[in-house]
């Protein structure tokens, strides 16, 4: 089977503080695939403007989440506009700098993130399934 283009999303809300993977947290995205998946890059995007600095965690687990390892953080700059005008649609997009050719080479390794402020992000990787 020949390689295949994949995109996997999730959305994050909960404030969760913990660097060890532990507490409030998404599975972004699974192997899945004995072959594995080879992921190119994870984008962060904030619907509304934050008031306040936050972080995207970006944890890898070997073994279906059952220990984690934080990969990357992403920072999401404070908006001046965010307390100046609450509706503003400011946002926010950011891309995780990931090891050339990262793959989640077996059935069991997974990508979890997390936000450090109870804020609404939108997180999507990408990448090719392998094969």
Request: net charge neutral; hydrophobic share 45%.
């Amino acid at each position: 089977m020949a390689a295949a283009p994949f995109i996997d999303f999730c959305q994050i809300s909960v404030a969760n503080v913990l660097l060890d993977g532990t507490g409030a947290g998404i599975v972004l995205l699974t192997s899945g695939h004995s072959a594995g998946k080879r992921v190119d890059t994870i984008r962060v995007k904030t619907l509304s403007p934050p008031a306040l600095k936050g972080l995207v965690r970006i944890f890898y687990s070997p073994d279906n989440g059952t220990n984690k390892r934080l990969l990357k953080e992403i920072a999401i700059p404070p908006s001046p506009t965010a307390t100046a005008d609450p509706g503003s649609q400011v946002t926010f997009e950011a891309e995780a700098d990931l090891p050339p050719n990262f793959v989640l080479d077996a059935t069991t390794k997974q990508i979890y993130v997390s936000t450090h402020n109870a804020i609404i992000i939108n997180v999507f990787a990408s990448g090719m399934i392998l094969g």
